[in-house]
């Protein structure tokens, strides 16, 4: 294996996660593009460009390129009209191909809907197998919705269903995950492999409590429920702040050490009322209790899990759940949600609690459980850093690989 293709269209692996579009996928796939890279794996990664000010090609470190090709305006597209701009994108895809000799590429590797479509292309024309990760499902999110939550429209179903007969090999995250790409979108067992993601234990791992809340300028004395990740009601935000406020209503006393970080952006729908968050905190009457921090780098991010008392995951749906293994890898508790690779990630009650509710008085019990037990919460943040180290991104790597190099042999084999 020498050179992998990654589409990943709508969002720069360069992108700050935690806003905008960028989040879980945005981590793998720099993380993973890094470890293969490592092996002698030369990775070229296209997306799509956001502003005049980027330069073409950029060196995201030894053996990775991202590749920044111009289809349609700069800035302003959201993902629902990023279909009208496949064509373009495409063509300058098969046109950095098309520079070098036959064979340049070895497999395409796409990431979410719209790159597979582009993927798709690629593979036809160059003669290679596509890999393609959904990272997350129409249908899996149309059946979750949160309250008030607009449904994924009918064409990207059916470009998913396209993707899903168009790739030599789907990538799952999970088993749950495999079993939703066979059931609601008719994937052959044969073509879906089962690759876990993975956390980057250099940079999340245990550290010093009183020092990480010094740093942050949080009291070493408090109780910090911790919530990470882009605001969108996919995500459920919302969800913590009212068990927060049913906390609080129980036990009025907590509200002298409680603190409620929300680190991240909006997005999504989200991005329609940027400020609904803040003033659901108001209305509730924790806004002194909550308080909202931009994204933050990788690094900054580990301290702040580190620091948390736990961490909340209250998502409608996640396909696996990054947030959940770096926090539980600083040795941190998590408190999610009992819905896709959460179920995965997350060992009830040895490395965190899963809920099988979005109801505020049930997250209410559940965060209520770690902050009135230390014990408890000691115990399970030691099984946090026991499960943590079951995933890694040199494992991932390492699997990937192996599917990559199977997909080539039985592409060959069906060529022949």
């Known amino acids: 294996m020498r050179r992998v293709a990654m589409v ?65 305006p700069f800035e302003g597209l959201t993902k629902h009209e990023l279909p009208g701009q496949l064509c373009v994108f495409a063509r300058e895809v098969l046109r950095t191909e098309a520079a070098h000799p036959v064979g340049h590429y070895d497999v395409v590797h796409s990431h979410y809907w719209l790159s597979g479509q582009v993927g798709a292309l690629a593979r036809d024309r160059w003669g290679v197998p596509l890999i393609h990760s959904m990272h997350t499902m129409a249908k899996v999110k149309n059946g979750a919705l949160a309250d008030g939550d607009t449904p994924e429209p009918m064409a ?36 879906v492999e089962i690759v876990h993601p ?58 002298e050490r409680l603190v409620v970080p929300i680190v991240g952006g909006p997005s999504g729908t989200g991005l329609e009322r940027p400020s609904a968050l803040a003033a659901l905190a ?22 702040w899990y580190a620091a948390a008392t736990l961490v909340a995951v209250p998502s409608y749906n996640e396909s696996f759940g990054l947030v959940a293994v770096e926090a539980q890898a600083c040795g941190t508790p998590v408190v999610a949600a009992a819905v896709g ?13 899963l809920v099988d509710s979005h109801d505020p008085a049930a997250w209410a019990d ?12 000691d115990r399970l943040a030691q099984g946090a850093l026991a499960q943590a180290q079951d995933f890694s991104w040199e494992a991932t790597a390492d699997h990937m690989l192996e599917v990559y190099r199977k997909a080539r042999h039985h592409m060959r084999e069906s060529v022949a």
């Open 156 to 191: 990207r179903v059916i470009g998913e269903e396209q993707v899903v007969e168009a790739a030599d090999v789907l990538v799952a995250n999970t088993d749950l995950e495999a079993t939703q790409l066979i059931d609601l979108y008719d994937a052959d067992p044969a073509r």
């Open 366 to 377: 559940a965060l209520g459980r770690i902050v009135d037990d230390p014990a408890l919460r």
């Open 341 to 353: 690779g959460l179920t995965t990630v997350v060992r009830d009650d040895v490395s965190g609690i």
């Open 8 to 72: 990943c269209l709508h969002t720069s692996p360069l992108d700050q996660p935690g806003t905008g579009d960028a989040g879980g996928m945005n981590v793998y796939v720099v993380e993973l593009a890094k470890r293969l890279a490592a092996r002698g794996v030369e990775v070229d990664i296209f997306t799509r460009a956001t502003s005049s000010a980027l330069d073409p090609v950029v060196s995201f470190g030894d053996g990775v390129l991202v590749r920044h090709i111009a289809a349609g």
């Open 198 to 255: 993975g956390v980057d234990l250099d940079v999340f791992g245990p550290a010093p409590v009183a020092e990480v809340r010094d740093r942050l300028g949080l009291d070493p004395g408090s109780l910090v429920l911790l919530f990470a990740g882009r605001i969108q009601p996919l995500k459920a935000p919302d969800v913590l702040l009212k068990a927060v406020a049913e906390l609080l209503a129980r036990d009025p006393s907590l509200r």
């Open 282 to 303: 108001a209305e509730l009457g924790i806004d002194d209790v909550v308080r909202f921090v931009p994204p933050v780098t990788q690094a900054e991010l580990a301290q």
